[in-house]
C-alpha cells in the first residue's frame, strides 16, 4: 500500500515502470495525469474515464466530506459490504463483473481503500485543468458513450490539453468502457498508437 499523494504515487508509478505509453483508468487516470506533468519518462498517455478534479472548492470540500464518511463506512462494515455497494451505483449500470473480477476486488484490504480515499480521493486532489496545456506528449482520452460526466469532462480535457490530445467516445459502453467494450477500447487505441 502506498500512504502517498497523487504525485508521489505517480512517481512511483513511472519509477517502477519505466518509459514508456502510460494507460490509467478512473484513479489511475488521475494518478497518470500527475505523472504526465512531472515525468520526462513517459512517451504518450491513454485516460479513460479520468478527471483533472474538481475545480470549484465548495464541491471539492463536500466530495472530501463524502470520502470521509465512506472511509468510516469502510472501515465499520467492511470490504464485501464497499464492493456490493460500489458496483451497484449508476455509474456501473452496464458493467457485469465476472467472477474472476469480483475476486479480484475482494484482495482489496479496508485500510488500503481507505488510505486511497484519505491520500489520492478526487476531494484531495488539487485540480489540475490549468495545468493541461503543459503536457507535451501524445494524449489519448476516452469515455464511454454512455457516461454523460465524464464523456463531457474528457472531451474539454483533450480540448484544454491541446494539438497532442484526441478525444473519442467509445460507443455503446459506460464508466468502465475498457472493461464492458475491450475489443473496441482495444482497437481504438491500436489506431491511436499506429
Known amino acids: 500500500m ?3 499523494d497523487l504525485f508521489g504515487v505517480a512517481r512511483a508509478v513511472v519509477a517502477s515502470a519505466g ?3 502510460y494507460v490509467g483508468y478512473s484513479m489511475g487516470a488521475r494518478i497518470l495525469l500527475h505523472a504526465a506533468l512531472d515525468s520526462p519518462r513517459m512517451s504518450g498517455l491513454v485516460l479513460i474515464g479520468g478527471t483533472p478534479g474538481i475545480e470549484d472548492d465548495r464541491e471539492r470540500a463536500d466530495r472530501r466530506e463524502s470520502d470521509a464518511v465512506l472511509a468510516r ?3 465499520t462494515d467492511g470490504v464485501e459490504t464497499f464492493l456490493e455497494w460500489w458496483l451497484s451505483q449508476p455509474l456501473f449500470d452496464g ?13 482489496n484490504t479496508a485500510d488500503g481503500l481507505i488510505s486511497s480515499l484519505r491520500h489520492c480521493g478526487v476531494g484531495q486532489q488539487t485540480p489540475l485543468w ?7 506528449i501524445p494524449v489519448l482520452v476516452l469515455a464511454g458513450s454512455r457516461d ?8 474539454r480535457m483533450a480540448e484544454t490539453i491541446g494539438d497532442t490530445a484526441r478525444f473519442v467516445s467509445v460507443p455503446d459502453s459506460g464508466h468502465a468502457a475498457h472493461l464492458e467494450r475491450p475489443d473496441a477500447v482495444a482497437s481504438i487505441v491500436r489506431d491511436w498508437l499506429s
Open 2 to 4: 502506498l500512504d502517498d
Open 19 to 21: 518509459d514508456g505509453t
Open 73 to 75: 463506512r469502510i472501515a
Open 95 to 107: 458493467f457485469k463483473p465476472t467472477s474472476d473480477d469480483i475476486a479480484e476486488r475482494r484482495l
Open 130 to 136: 490549468d495545468q493541461l496545456p503543459n503536457i507535451e
Open 148 to 155: 454523460t460526466k465524464f464523456d463531457a469532462i474528457g472531451r
